[in-house]
C-alpha cells in the first residue's frame, strides 16, 4: 500500500498514452529502445530514464521527440532488468529501493551503449540527456567519460559534485523553482561552484513556478498554465543539443 500521508514527492505526473515510434533492441547485457530518424545521420543522444524506468511512455515520447531533430536516440534500461519504481510502492521504502540502482554506476551499460551506437548506428557525435534519476547520472558522466560530447541534466539531484566541479563537457541544467525534491540553495551554491571551477561551457537554469519533472512528465493541454515552461524547456534542451552536437 502507498503511504498516503506522505505521498511520492516525485510523483509520475502526468502519464502520456504513448506507443513510441521506435523499437525495443537487446544491446550487450541490457534492453534498450531505439529511435531513427528518416535521414541518415551520425549524432546519437542516450537518453536516461527517471525512477519509472526505460518503458515510461513520456521517457520513449521525448526520445521520439530528439529523433524528430535529427538525432538517433536510445533509452537503455539502466536498471539492467531490476524493477522501475512504481507509484503505488511506499515512499518510506524509497531509500533501501535506490541503493541499488546507484545513478553513478552505470559506467558499464554507459560503454556498451556507446559501443552499440558506433558499430550498429555509425554515430560519431554523442551526447546524452537524463530526466530526475536520469539528471543525477548525466551529471556523473559529464564529470567522468570522455566519449560524450555534451549533456542535459533535467532536475537531476545535486549529488555527484561534493569534491569534483570540473565538467568534461558542455553541460545544460534544467531546474523548476517549485522542486520539493531540490531545493533552491543547492541550485545556487552548484552554480558557484562551477563558476569557480568550470573550464567548459555550462548553463544552470531554473524555470518559473515549476515543480520537479515538468518537462516530461506534465501533459502541456492538461497544464495550460504550465505550457509555456514546458515548452520552452523542451526547446531549450535541443537547441543545447543542436549547438553542442
Known sequence: MANESRPCPCDIGDRFDYGGRGQEVQVGHIKAYVCKPSASTDKAVIVIHDIFGWQLPNTRYMA??????????ICPDFFVGQEAWKPSNDWATFNDWVKSRDAGKIDKEVDVV?????????????GVIGFCWGGAAVQHLMLKNPHLKTGVSLY???????????????????????????????????EQKLKQNCKVDYEVKIYPGQTHGFVHRKREDINPQDKPYIEEGRKDMINWLNKYL
Request: proline letters at 3%; a negative charge; aromatic letters at 10%.
Open 114 to 126: 556507446l559501443e552499440y551506437l558506433k558499430d550498429q548506428c555509425g554515430a560519431k557525435k554523442i
Open 156 to 190: 537531476g539531484v545535486i549529488r555527484r559534485f561534493d569534491d569534483k566541479h570540473s565538467l568534461l563537457h558542455p553541460t545544460f541544467f534544467i531546474f523548476g523553482e517549485k522542486d520539493d525534491i531540490i531545493p533552491l540553495e543547492q541550485v545556487t551554491l552548484l
Open 64 to 73: 521520439d521527440m530528439i529523433t524528430t531533430n535529427g538525432y538517433i536516440a
